[in-house]
């Protein structure tokens, strides 16, 4: 028996990875769908808080949740795009940002009864993590893009656990 070769047609030519199973050659075009992280994409991990205060049912958390989603997005939009009234959305960032800092340390003392030390030292490191990614070893590295992946999952975290 012949091997059968399936490939998904495309104009364009893509590498591709070859599978054979007992005589049937299986060729499965892989795309490159990788996206460089970036400050602005890596605010999509703030909809995790988002569903985590939704589901825990805390309408300030979750209001602030929403609030630096927008507000981040939109401060790293302009910026990236460099339109707008960049100084404006940079001081709603940070508005929303400390504010949100704040609630998370007053809703670990309140609410959540174990693990809050771990708590109270995620949320400083992700602080101290802020700082280094605004110095220049910071932007080199892209270290602000990991400090969003990383608040957002101890910010999600943090309603789950109350």
Do not use: W
């Not at 591709?16 to 994409?41: A, Q």
């Not at 400390?98 to 708590?119: E, G, P, R, W």
């Amino acid at each position: 028996m012949p091997d059968t070769i399936f490939q998904i047609p495309h104009s364009e030519p893509f590498p591709h990875n070859t599978l054979i199973v007992r005589g049937l050659k299986l060729t499965i075009l892989s795309y490159n769908t990788t996206m460089k992280l970036n400050e602005l994409n890596s605010n999509l991990i703030f909809i995790f808080p988002i569903v985590a205060s939704l589901l825990k049912g805390d309408n300030i958390y979750l209001f602030l949740s929403i609030s630096i989603f927008i507000g981040s997005s939109l401060y790293h939009y302009v910026k990236e795009n460099k339109r707008g009234h960049l100084n404006v959305v940079r001081y709603i960032d940070i508005g929303t940002a400390t504010a949100s800092y704040l609630y998370m340390f007053y809703f670990v003392h309140t609410s959540v009864k174990s693990f809050q030390i771990i708590l109270y030292v995620a949320l400083a490191v992700t602080v101290l993590i802020f700082f280094i990614g605004k110095s220049k070893f910071g932007r080199e590295r892209n270290i602000h893009s990991i400090f969003h992946i990383l608040i957002g999952i101890v910010a999600g975290v943090i309603p789950l656990l109350s």
